[in-house]
Nanobody, 127 residues
Framework: QVQLVESGGGLVQAGDSLRLSCAAS????????MGWFRQAPGKQREFVAC????????YYADSVKARFTISRDNAKNTVYLEMNSLEPEDTAVYFC????????????????????WGQGTQVTVSS
């Protein structure tokens, strides 16, 4: 059974940076797309970023492009989300997810394309 555990969230001020991590166990991490989603209070879960199995392709939501960077270390079964210039609008619970298909490079921006999800980590950005 695949388990995904996020860490690195917290309370920061606008303009600060945070680095989220998602450690995977079980399954075949190194052959799967990994993604980050977020859900703010009262809003639907939304796509943030995804990365192909080998790290060669990355995609971002327009709202975080140029501020956030997704990366992965297949030797450590871990995916990261580096978040810079944080804004109050970035406040949300952030979830990592593992894609359903192997060796994919596509734009995995919908929840239905992911088979496994972590429990989430809270990010709060104060103004």
């Amino acid at each position: 059974q695949v388990q995904l555990v996020e860490s690195g969230g917290g309370l920061v001020q606008a303009g600060d940076s945070l680095r989220l991590s998602c450690a995977a166990s079980g399954g075949t991490f190194s052959s799967r797309v990994m993604g980050w989603f977020r859900q703010a209070p009262g809003k639907q879960r939304e796509f943030v970023a995804c990365i192909s199995w080998d790290g060669g392709s990355t995609y971002y939501a327009d709202s975080v492009k140029a501020r956030f960077t997704i990366s992965r270390d297949n030797a450590k079964n871990t995916v990261y989300l580096e978040m810079n210039s944080l804004e109050p609008e970035d406040t949300a619970v952030y979830f990592c997810a593992q894609g359903s298909s192997t060796y994919a490079r596509g734009y995995y921006y919908t929840s239905s394309q992911y088979a496994y999800w972590g429990q989430g980590t809270q990010v709060t950005v104060s103004s």
